[in-house]
């Protein structure tokens, strides 16, 4: 009886190590993305050079991130207002 008490727990504590690194992971996964995609459309605000954001616009707003863009744009200078 101790052993099928120890192999089970022994199961059950290897299902959580896995799952707890899986979602880790995920989390990880997705924090990369998130900062990618904040990061490429803050390049593309700043330097208005198209960066090929289009493929990233589904991703960022999905994890709603679009409304960083907005201070990047607030903190903008037009060319025109740097030359004064």
Known sequence: MAMITVVVTTTVAVILVVVTS????SVAVISAAVTLVEATLAVEAITE???????FLFLSSRFHVVSSIY???ILYLPYDMCQA
């Open 22 to 25: 899986v979602v880790t992971i």
């Open 71 to 73: 201070p990047v744009q």
């Open 49 to 55: 050079l198209p960066l090929r954001t289009d493929r």
